[in-house]
């Protein structure tokens, strides 16, 4: 059964730094993409970063804002958020989510409900 357990959330000041991860277990197929979302109170889901597994095994990352950087461990089945410079705009529940994709593709989506399932979420809050 598919799994997907983020880790890595807290309370961090502003101008600080966190890196989430996101342990992908129970997959059977290698041409998936790993997307990051980040939902704050009363606010709607948002698609901040996206990582496709590509050809020959490259992985192709996209983020939003530069400060955001994904990177993915394919021999650890793990796809990791580096989040720099947080500020308390930033404070929410961060998800990590697997989209089935075309073999080879090289393009990941920041559309959530393109996503078929997703982790519990990880909260971060950003403070002083």
């Known amino acids: 059964q598919l799994q997907l357990v983020e880790s890595g959330g807290g309370l961090v000041q502003p101008g600080g730094s966190l890196r989430l991860s996101c342990v992908i277990s129970?997959?059977?197929?290698?041409?998936?993409?790993i997307g990051w979302f980040r939902q704050a109170p009363g606010k709607g889901r948002e698609g901040i970063s996206c990582?496709?597994?590509?050809?020959?095994?490259?992985n192709y990352g996209y983020s939003k804002e530069a400060r955001f950087t994904i990177s993915r461990d394919n021999t650890k089945n793990t796809v990791y958020l580096q989040m720099n410079s947080l500020q308390p705009e930033s404070t929410a529940v961060y998800s990590c989510?697997?989209?089935?994709?075309?073999?080879?593709?090289?393009?990941?989506?920041?559309?959530?409900?393109?996503?078929?399932?997703w982790g519990q979420g990880t909260q971060v809050t950003v403070s002083s």
């Open positions: 129970g997959v059977t197929l290698d041409h998936y993409a």
């Open positions: 989510a697997f989209d089935v994709r075309p073999p080879m593709s090289r393009i990941c989506r920041f559309t959530h409900g393109e996503y078929d399932h």
């Open positions: 990582v496709s597994l590509g050809d020959q095994g490259t």
